[in-house]
Structure formats: structure tokens, C-alpha cells
């Protein structure tokens, strides 16, 4: 009975979160980690750990992929370098500094530096979750930033805690070693799989059946990049990116609704869940916390926080201009941001699960069967420092409005530009269309004066003119011709999607621009079909 206690509390904690979340504006994650923690005061569920290996194998290869999944490849482009950099460098730096503030505390540097690994990366859920109210392109960047770093930092983290226990020496060589594993493994795992699984989906014509094979994608990547000690998480974000590019054409537009309705609500559910484990999780590093007392756990947890923050922030002014110093080219100079975009996203570096499930599964002893000093203090400081970080979330509306960055009004822009440039193309290829479809000409004409009227309220800039509804009078006389009504109608919505892919290709459009109208198409297509999402 504890295990459905403990599966209906956690809905009702994210529930609960949820709903006074929307009524105060409260970032719903910071009340789930709220609630974890009170519902830890309850006797019968402090029995209740989180396996790091539940963490690692079941909520991140799915929460990750859909992360990828819905990452913008334009906008990843245009900020590589400096993902790159805050991918390795900034983690890298980032370790040291923990570890460095962790021994001055009293902890062994072995043990420091696995907690310098463990906390080094941000987490893409937390970002996700928490970051909503940054503008889009400081969202865009952490997003990729905490896709791509968890390789570095479990690279750090695995070292550490080799060297720590006593199973390997440290060395250049096989650092770098495991860092061209890691990386390279994982990618080339990520891309077989999304390769295997692009032509698997494209033999399933049931919707049902291709939403499984979608589940098991990035599982299996996964699994193959952690079966060649590669890293399984640049396998499921290298195998989102790419289905992420290859779904629109591969997919149908039933399977994509009932996908996107089943990863948005199951994506929510993991992610709340795991926000409330986190702060149940908490209190069991309280109670377990035996190397230090409480009073001086917590100024550690403090202090590497503040480490943190300051980490991110320096790097954030220091390699940016170092880089302007050696790259004076316009191209970079295209690329500069203001000082209050370098400090929103200096503070918007949450930890999560990953952080976590490092700090946990941190072994008990070493390779001599001594205990691993400090495992405790390990743990709880992991857990303080997610949880206290997840409070930068009510300080960022305030930074977001001191750094009065400019409107962003590209993806509302580039939303009318393809929709207009969609309904033209089809317009004009509406005459070859109806010949080879042998369309009445009644229909033809009454379909071109529909378009066209949405076009001139396109150009006129009607919010709502990618609408593919006709009016009543017109839905009367078509009743008789419905057959051809329809087919006419499906192969316009299969042009303009031939439209918008097009535009998503020549990079004139981003992939939120393409999904934003494709799901409007899909809708509108399943509706003229009259396809069943499920048999």
C-alpha cells in the first residue's frame, strides 16, 4: 500500500501545485518542491527515497527528449559557440570553484569534487519549468546550454568519483579519453537511433502504434550510448534534435496530436513529480546528515550557491569579452547581447535531477570498504543547493523588467510572414490542383474567393488569418460537392505544409513557427479526413 500512498500523494502535491500556482503566479516547481518537503513531516512516508537509477532511466531520457524535441536547431546555431563554451568550459570552471569552496569547508577534495561534478550542470527540466518569463532568446540559450552540458559534468563527476574510491588514477590522457567518448558516443548513438526510429515510423500507418515506437526512441538511445559507457543523455538530446527536424515530414497529422496531447500531459506529470521527490528527498538529507551539524551544512549550501551564481556571472562578462577581443569579425559583432541579458541568464542557472541523482548515487564506501567521507554532507548539500537556487525563480521577473530588453516580436512576425506566404502559394497553385483533381468549377471559384479573402485579411494583419474556416453560406452549397470540397481542401492544406517546411529549411522561419502552424494544419486536416486518433 505504500507505493500507491506514495503515487497518489505525489498527484495531489502536483496538482495541488498546479492550481495555486496559475491563482498566485507562483512558479508551480518551487510549490512542488514545497510540498515534497512538508509531505516529508508525515511519519509513514519518510521511508520514501528516489533511486538515482528511477531518475537517470525513466524521468530523463523522456523529459530530456522532449526538450529536444521542441529546441529551436536555428537558434542553437546562431549561439553555438557560447553553448559550447558554457557546455565545458563554464562546468568545468564551475566544478573547481565548488570543489574549492567545499574544501575550505572541511571536505576531503575527493569528495569535493564529486560534489563539484554533481552541481555543475544546470538542468533543462528545472530551465523549462522555471524560466518562462525570460525572453525567448535567453530561454533559447539555456535551453541548449543544459541539453548539452550534463555530458561534461558526469565526465567530471565519474572521474571524481573513481579516483575518489580508490578504482582509478587520475590522467590527462584518460580524461580526455572519456570525454571524446562521451561526447562522440553519445551522438553517434543518438543518430543511429533516430535514423532506425525515422524509418520505422515510417512503416506504421496506425497512430497508436507509431506513438509507441516514438516512446521507445529515447530509451533506446539511451540505453545504446550507456551500453558503449558513452553518455545516454547527448544520445536522447543528439536523437531529439534530429526527429525534432525529421518529424514534421515522417509523421501524420493524427500522430502527431495524439503525440503532442501524450508528451505534454506525460511530461508535466514526471516533471512534477520529480520536483516533489526533490523536496521529499530533502528532508531525508536532513535527517541523515551526521558529518556536520546542521548550522554549518547550511552556510556550505550558501556558500556554494553564491560560488555558483558569481561563477556563472563572471564567465558570463569575462570569456564574452575575451571573445570580442579575438573575433572582431561583423558576424560576431551581430551576435552581441546587452549587460542585462548576460545577467539574466547568469542567474537563471536552476539545478535538478540530474544533480540529484549524481549526488545519490555517490557510493557508500570506498574501494578498501572504508566509508566515503562526507557522503552525507554530499547529499544534503546537493539537495539544499536545487532547492535554494529554485528561488532565484521569484527574483527573475523583477531582473527581467531592469534589463528592458526590446520587444521580441520575431516569432510573432515570421508567423504572419508564413502564413501569408502559405496561403499565396496555394492560391496560386489552386488552378493545377483542381485540373488534376477534376474539381467543379463552382468549388473552385467559391475556394479561390475564400482564400483570397483571408489573404487581403492576412496582409491587413488579422491576428486570426491563418483561419481555415469558410462561412455558412458557403458550407451550404458545398454540401452537394462535398467528396471534391474535401479533396480540394486537403491537397491545399498539403501545399501549404510543403510551404512552411520549405521556409523552415531555407532558415527564414524558426522551428516554434513551424509547429505553431503545422499543429493549426493538422487539426483542420484530421478534421476534413475524418481520421481516428486511436482504433
Not at 35 to 54: E, H, I, Q, S
Not at 291 to 308: E, I, P, T
Request: proline share 4%; hydrophobic share 55%.
Amino acid at each position: 500500500m505504500l507505493a500507491l500512498t506514495v503515487i497518489v500523494v505525489i498527484g495531489a502535491c502536483v496538482l495541488g501545485s498546479g492550481i495555486v500556482g496559475n491563482r498566485t503566479g507562483i512558479a508551480p516547481p518551487v510549490l512542488m518542491l514545497a510540498a515534497g518537503v512538508l509531505v516529508g513531516f508525515v511519519p509513514r512516508l519518510r521511508a520514501v527515497n528516489l533511486p538515482p537509477d528511477t531518475v537517470l532511466l525513466v524521468f530523463l531520457p523522456a523529459l530530456l527528449y522532449w526538450e529536444s524535441l521542441n529546441a529551436s536547431l536555428r537558434a542553437i546555431r546562431r549561439t553555438l559557440r557560447g553553448v559550447v563554451l558554457m557546455s565545458t568550459v563554464l562546468v568545468i570552471f564551475s566544478a573547481a570553484m565548488v570543489a574549492v569552496v567545499a574544501h575550505a569547508f572541511g571536505v576531503p577534495w575527493g569528495p569535493a569534487w564529486i560534489l563539484g561534478g554533481a552541481l555543475a550542470p544546470t538542468d533543462a527540466t528545472a530551465v523549462a519549468a522555471l524560466g518562462r518569463v525570460l525572453p525567448r532568446q535567453a530561454m533559447n540559450m539555456l535551453q541548449a546550454e543544459s541539453l548539452v552540458n550534463d555530458g561534461t559534468a558526469l565526465v567530471v563527476y565519474g572521474v571524481a568519483v573513481s579516483v575518489t574510491i580508490g578504482t582509478e588514477h587520475f590522467s590527462a590522457v584518460h580524461v580526455t579519453w572519456l570525454f571524446v567518448r562521451s561526447y562522440i558516443g553519445g551522438a553517434l548513438s543518438g543518430i543511429v537511433v533516430a535514423y532506425v526510429g525515422a524509418k520505422v515510423r515510417a512503416r506504421l500507418e496506425d497512430p497508436l502504434l507509431e506513438n509507441v515506437a516514438i516512446l521507445l526512441i529515447p530509451f533506446t538511445a539511451f540505453l545504446l550510448a550507456e551500453a558503449i559507457q558513452a553518455s545516454g543523455v547527448l544520445a536522447v538530446v543528439a536523437c531529439g534534435l534530429i526527429m525534432g527536424q525529421l518529424g514534421p515530414r515522417v509523421g501524420t497529422p493524427a500522430v502527431r496530436l495524439l503525440s503532442q496531447g501524450f508528451w505534454t500531459l506525460g511530461t508535466y506529470v514526471l516533471n512534477g513529480a520529480l520536483f516533489v521527490l526533490i523536496g521529499l528527498q530533502s528532508q531525508s538529507a536532513v535527517r541523515n546528515l551526521t558529518s556536520f551539524d546542521l548550522a554549518r551544512a547550511l552556510s556550505l549550501v550558501a556558500a556554494v550557491c553564491g560560488v555558483l551564481i558569481a561563477a556563472r556571472l563572471t564567465f558570463q562578462f569575462v570569456v564574452v569579452y575575451a571573445i570580442r577581443v579575438l573575433d572582431r569579425r561583423a558576424s560576431q559583432r551581430a551576435r552581441r547581447v546587452s549587460h542585462g541579458f548576460r545577467v539574466i541568464t547568469g542567474l537563471a542557472g536552476f539545478r535538478g535531477a540530474v544533480s540529484l541523482a549524481a549526488a545519490l548515487a555517490v557510493p557508500n564506501t570506498l574501494h578498501n570498504g572504508e566509508p566515503l567521507p562526507d557522503r552525507d554532507v554530499i547529499v544534503f548539500v546537493a539537495a539544499g543547493v536545487i532547492a535554494a537556487l529554485m528561488l532565484q525563480a521569484f527574483a527573475l521577473p523583477p531582473v527581467v523588467r531592469w534589463a528592458d530588453l526590446p520587444e521580441d516580436t520575431v516569432i510573432e512576425s515570421e508567423r504572419r510572414m508564413a502564413t501569408r506566404t502559405a496561403a499565396e502559394e496555394a492560391l496560386e497553385a489552386l488552378p493545377d490542383i483542381a485540373s488534376t483533381l477534376g474539381t467543379a468549377p463552382e468549388i473552385i471559384e467559391m475556394t479561390r474567393r475564400e482564400y483570397q479573402k483571408r489573404l487581403n485579411l492576412s496582409r491587413a494583419g488579422d491576428p486570426e488569418d491563418d483561419s481555415e474556416d469558410i462561412d455558412d453560406d458557403a458550407a451550404e452549397r458545398l454540401r452537394a460537392f462535398d467528396e471534391q470540397y474535401r479533396s480540394l481542401r486537403l491537397a491545399l492544406l498539403g501545399n501549404k505544409r510543403a510551404t512552411v517546411l520549405r521556409l523552415r529549411s531555407e532558415h527564414q522561419i524558426d522551428d516554434a513557427v513551424l509547429r505553431q502552424i503545422q499543429a493549426k494544419l493538422d487539426v483542420e486536416e484530421v478534421r476534413l479526413s475524418r481520421t481516428q486518433l486511436v482504433q
